[in-house]
């Protein structure tokens, strides 16, 4: 008996979620336009550094990923600022965790009109132990390098979506 109020709990929860209006940011649907569509008339503008080269490819994979637009209507302007800080320490005063953060600002430019159409900041922090090995400690600082080069380019898909699917 309780197995059959159980599949009812849930068959009621499916119906009632069904009917909420909830529709996924990037499913397509006949009534408006792709939040995919609008990505594809991206530009991303060339980042400076070896990060902003890694979270440009990421960029591309996630806006582009047919290749760069022929005449795109936008463009992307990315500014990263990176920062390492140690904040565990041992009792001589010795790092012994550090953090690393990635701070992006953006700008999604009207490529007509030159005008600005949505700007955001956003960061990201990834932490590691520092230890006594030296090679150790660079291969966890190119690790969290590396991570936050990926998660800033997800946040930065992430709220271009937002945009384009708020101004449907």
């Known amino acids: 008996m309780t197995k059959l109020k159980l599949i009812f709990a849930l068959m009621a929860a499916a119906w009632l979620l069904a009917g909420c209006g909830f529709k ?6 006949s009534t408006s336009p792709a939040v995919q569509d609008a990505f594809a008339t991206i530009e991303i503008g060339i980042i400076q550094d070896r990060i902003g080269q890694q979270v440009r490819n990421h960029l591309q994979d996630s806006l582009n990923p047919y290749g760069t637009p022929d005449a795109a209507q936008y ?6 600022d990176e920062r390492i800080e140690g904040y565990g320490f041992r009792s001589d005063e010795a790092v012994t965790r550090e953090s690393f ?3 992006a600002d953006f700008q999604l430019i009207d490529q007509k009109t030159g005008d600005v159409v949505f700007e955001d900041s956003l960061s990201s922090i990834h932490t590691y132990d ?3 090995s030296d090679f150790a400690n660079f291969s966890a600082q190119e690790d969290a390098r590396d991570r936050t080069a990926e998660r800033v380019s997800e946040l930065i898909t992430l709220r271009l979506g937002v945009f384009f699917k708020s101004a449907e």
């Open 75 to 80: 463009l992307l302007a990315v500014v990263l």
């Open 24 to 29: 996924p940011m990037y499913a397509n649907s």
């Open 101 to 103: 953060t990635l701070m």
């Open 130 to 132: 520092v230890v006594q």
